[in-house]
T-cell receptor, first 117, second 113 residues
């Protein structure tokens, strides 16, 4: 069964360093997402991406964050200068698109745990 | 705006006992409601969803949930817990045309042999 994959599973970095989290969405999907979960808190939406551009982003997704689909398979989240508060589990998701029922089922990867020291 | 509250960050049940995981939502428009499950080292897997129609929805692994508009609830139940049900469960809400899901904080279910 097709699945979303993410690498690495755990990333440790020093504050101020750049990190790139990688995701391979399901191959025929058109919409891509990043969410994050700070330990003990809600899973929060960061950004959605469609047709090679950001379609929606949350307040969390500031200028330190960027997303890219550099080729036909990968979808990346870059944090330019990490802060301690960026430590979280980052989930990638993808979806095929809107169903006739009006909802957009998202399939999630296993997450990357980012630890900023 | 939408939001979700999950009561109880940890729930323990005995094997064979009823599982009840609580979820209340807030939405200014008719919601779409979801339960996701996360097993260790795996992604969030859709357990079941409510979009329109029948308010009692059945999902995988014997789970079901009932949408109660008057109570703004979407509690997850399973009549008899199995050891393999031990996982983290997330309730989420969305609305028609929206890109993003709003999640609760999750409930970790432990099943005691």
């Amino acid at each position: 069964e097709p699945e979303v994959t993410q690498t690495p599973s755990h990333q440790v970095t020093q504050m101020g360093q750049e990190v790139i989290l990688r995701c391979v969405p399901i191959s025929n999907h058109l919409y891509f997402y990043w969410y994050r979960q700070i330990l003990g808190q809600k899973v929060e939406f960061l950004v959605s991406f469609y047709n090679n551009e950001i379609s929606e982003k949350s307040e969390i997704f500031d200028d330190q964050f960027s997303v890219e689909r550099p080729d036909g398979s990968n979808f990346t989240l870059k944090i330019r200068s990490t802060k301690l508060e960026d430590s979280a589990m980052y989930f990638c998701a993808s979806s095929e698109g809107w169903t006739s029922g009006g909802y957009n089922e998202q399939f999630f990867g296993p997450g990357t745990r980012l630890t900023v020291l | 705006a939408q939001s979700v509250t999950q009561l109880g960050s940890h729930v323990s049940v005995s094997e064979g006992a009823l599982v009840l995981l609580r979820c209340n939502y807030s939405s200014s428009v008719p919601p779409y409601l979801f339960w996701y499950v996360q097993y260790p080292n795996q992604g969030l897997q859709l357990l079941l969803k409510y979009t329109t129609g029948a308010t009692l929805v059945k999902g995988i692994n014997g789970f079901e949930a009932e949408f109660k508009k008057s109570e703004t609830s979407f509690h997850l139940t399973k009549p008899s817990a199995h050891m393999s049900d031990a996982a983290e469960y997330f309730c989420a809400v969305s609305v028609s045309g929206a890109n993003n899901l709003f999640f609760g904080t999750g409930t970790r279910l432990t099943v005691i042999p």
